[in-house]
């Protein structure tokens, strides 16, 4: 059973259109990520929320936002979508506990600006 | 400096070859490792973790050396399936956040 499912799968917009990629889990966790990924780099993280608290990386466009409306829930809004922005949108979550941690990622959003 | 720095190789092997590849880590306080595996267009997924004294998973070997800081992974008997990209995962300065390498290409032939 998908732990941590992505919706669409692949999301074509125009410049400038906006875009709303979801994400959802069944794990329960408390913490969930939000990454861009481009041909041949690292995951890049965009923002996560512990909890309900939100954090943003400094880096992240302010074209990119998210909400996060219950546990299970989290969507990636992209305001005005440009075409640096075509990547890989992958969603991952994870529990805080002592020690090791693990992240589980959802299959991605593959987004194609035209 | 980038926190996480890794060979993009690729490693090029035939089946039943041994490969080995290291990454590098910037931030000494770094407490998890993890090697992720990427297949192409996918989404990355728990090699194995790496544990301070090493530790070993089938054919997958993980390394951590602290004082150097590094942690290495070894693959022996290679398969066809091993083909893919392997990221090395370190945490942040926050220990929920995770620092990804941007991965080391792996291909095996037959």
């Known amino acids: 059973d998908a732990m941590v499912i992505q919706n669409p799968r692949y999301q074509v917009t125009q410049f400038g259109k906006p875009v709303t990629l979801s994400c959802s889990q069944t794990?329960?966790?408390?913490?969930m990520y939000w990454y861009q990924q481009k041909s041949s780099q690292a995951p890049k993280l965009l923002f996560h929320?512990?909890?309900?608290?939100?954090?943003n990386e400094a880096d992240t466009p302010d074209n990119f936002q998210s909400r996060r409306p219950n546990t299970s829930f989290c969507f990636l809004d992209i305001r005005s979508p440009g075409l640096g922005d075509a990547a890989m949108y992958l969603c991952?979550?994870?529990?805080?506990?002592?020690?090791?941690?693990?992240?589980?990622f959802g299959p991605g959003t593959r987004l194609t600006v035209l | 400096r980038k926190e996480v720095e890794q060979d993009p190789g690729p490693f090029n092997v035939p089946e039943g070859a041994t490969v080995a590849f290291n990454c590098t880590y910037s931030?000494?306080?770094?407490?998890?490792f993890f090697w992720y595996r990427q297949d192409c267009r996918k989404e990355p997924k728990l090699l194995m973790s790496?544990?301070?004294s090493g530790n070993e998973d089938g054919r997958f070997t993980a390394q951590l050396n602290r004082a150097s800081q590094y942690i290495s992974l070894l693959i022996r008997d290679s398969k066809l399936s091993d083909s893919a990209t392997y990221l090395c995962?370190?945490?942040?300065?926050?220990?929920?956040?995770?620092?990804f390498g941007a991965g080391t290409t792996v291909t095996v032939r037959a």
């Open positions: 790496v544990y301070s």
């Open positions: 995962v370190v945490n942040g300065p926050n220990d929920y956040k995770l620092s």
């Open positions: 794990l329960n966790h408390n913490v």
């Open positions: 931030n000494s306080a770094s407490q998890s």
């Open positions: 929320y512990y909890d309900k608290d939100f954090n």
């Open positions: 991952a979550t994870s529990r805080v506990t002592s020690g090791l941690l693990e992240q589980f």
